[in-house]
């Protein structure tokens, strides 16, 4: 199983920026799909995720500003970043769950300038 991160770029504050995470290798059939994301020097925290039923869940330092969205007929989960602030400068990457089995997408990094 491949996740291909790709969006990431540098962005003024205020922008909008576009992840796409591609899944290969296997059918889209994950539980639970979600970007992370880790700034320098701090811990890999959950920004977003979605169920295979389409429920969504968001850190609260995202809500209002990011979307997650899948589709199933591209094999591909999607974040929608709005508002984008400089704190939100990290890489992300997007995570897949299906039972026991974890998988990660490589990273793209996101820099927010003010």
């Known amino acids: 199983v491949q996740l291909q991160a790709s969006g990431g770029g540098l962005v003024q504050a205020g922008g909008s920026l576009r992840l796409s995470c591609a899944v290969s290798?296997?059918?889209?059939?994950?539980?639970?799909m979600g970007w992370y994301r880790q700034a320098p020097g701090k811990q890999r925290d959950m920004v977003a995720r979605i169920t295979s039923g389409g429920s969504t869940y968001y850190a609260d330092s995202v809500k209002g500003r990011f979307t997650v969205s899948r589709s199933n007929a591209k094999s591909t989960v999607y974040l929608q970043m709005n508002s984008l602030k400089p704190e939100d400068t990290a890489v992300y990457y997007c995570n897949a769950n299906r039972g026991m089995a974890e998988y990660w997408g490589q990273g793209t990094l996101v820099t927010v300038s003010s």
């Open positions: 290798g296997s059918t889209f059939n994950f539980n639970v």
